[in-house]
């Protein structure tokens, strides 16, 4: 599957983005999606991630209650909503794939877009 994120952009801190990540190929409710963020210097970290059929959410407590990742299979599409963003949320914004198992880790996802980037300024 390839992957293919939008979204991103400058906003002040407060502010809310919407993150979209197009997905092209076959069967696309069968991958799990997650989004990861990379700030400079630091390491990519798991951000959210839904599963495919169910849409069973998990996110990281720095986003909890703030972001909300989405998903319609019918586009091929999942989304991430972020809102009462903070300058800490500066980063390149992945989104990720792999096939059927829900997991947080980095290292388990098969497949990633290009990035995008957030800057949240204070």
């Known amino acids: 599957v390839q992957l293919q994120a ?13 993150l979209s990540c197009a997905g092209s190929g076959r069967s696309f409710s069968r991958y799990t999606m ?7 210097g630091k390491e990519r970290e798991f951000v959210a991630t839904i599963s495919g059929v169910d849409s069973i959410t998990v996110y990281a407590d720095s986003v909890k209650g703030r972001f909300a990742i989405s998903r319609d299979n019918a586009k091929s599409t999942v989304y991430l909503q972020m809102d009462s963003l903070k300058p800490e949320d500066t980063a390149v914004y992945y989104c990720a794939a792999r096939a059927l198992v829900l997991t947080t880790t980095r290292e388990e996802y098969n497949y990633w877009g290009q990035g995008t980037q957030v800057t949240v300024s204070s």
């Open 6 to 18: 939008s979204g991103g952009g400058l906003v002040q801190a407060g502010g809310s983005l919407r």
């Open 34 to 40: 997650g989004w990861f963020r990379q700030a400079p």
